[in-house]
């Protein structure tokens, strides 16, 4: 149930209600009334985070603010494959974007995806295209993000989450030690990828 009694997906993540209704489904409930905001510490601007397809302007437009800032951080023009994230829907994905409550078409502020992988020594979730905007940077909203994604994972009865990422990404790579995640031997042959990190959800 949500804060005003509606019946929802939506579940509480750090005081916050995020849907996780996986890209491309729908609810039986009324389009807005999924989720329900609470203030939380990181920031007196309530946040929603909702499902939508990662080809979706607005998600294909924060994919390409997320290409930007690497290749900013790399000193070179980075882009992403035009298929790279079709795997972030659909039964075994998901992509969520983070708006200010009660304005569902304005600013995205993030974005965050997700996907079920099989790695040699078992399944995991893979977060994928973690972004916030420099606009919404310093509240806590990578995070929050991180901890959509943690419970989608646990939702589905996975036992780990992984992820990589580069050495000038240092913000993302301090908020993911911070936040619980270990440096792990390279799990995959990401020829772009320097650091690789696992966090298993006991």
């Avoid at 916050?16 to 389009?31: H, I, K, M, Q």
């Avoid at 997700?114 to 295209?129: F, M, Q, S, T, Y």
């Amino acid at each position: 149930m949500t804060p005003d009694g509606q019946r929802s997906t939506s579940h509480p993540v750090n005081g916050v209600w995020v849907d996780l209704c996986p890209s491309g489904v729908t609810s039986s409930t009324a389009p807005g009334t999924l989720t329900a905001m609470s203030t939380t510490p990181e920031t007196s601007t309530d946040v929603v985070f909702r499902p939508a397809p990662p080809t979706a302007p607005e998600a294909a437009a924060a994919r390409a603010s997320f290409a930007a800032d690497v290749s900013a951080a790399m000193g070179v023009t980075w882009q992403l494959a035009e298929d790279a994230d079709a795997d972030l829907a659909g039964p075994d994905g998901a992509f969520w974007l983070a708006r200010r409550a009660g304005d569902r078409d304005g600013e995205v502020l993030g974005c965050v995806g997700a996907r079920a992988v099989a790695l040699a020594d078992g399944p995991a979730v893979e977060v994928k295209r973690l972004w916030v905007s420099a606009e919404a940077r310093g509240l806590g909203l990578g995070a929050r993000l991180l901890d959509v994604v943690e419970r989608w994972a646990r939702d589905r009865g996975a036992t780990r989450l992984v992820l990589d990422t580069r050495g000038e990404l240092e913000a993302a790579t301090r908020l993911y030690r911070r936040t619980g995640w270990v440096e792990v031997a390279p799990y995959n042959d990401n020829a772009d990828a320097q650091l690789w990190f696992s966090k298993p959800l006991g």
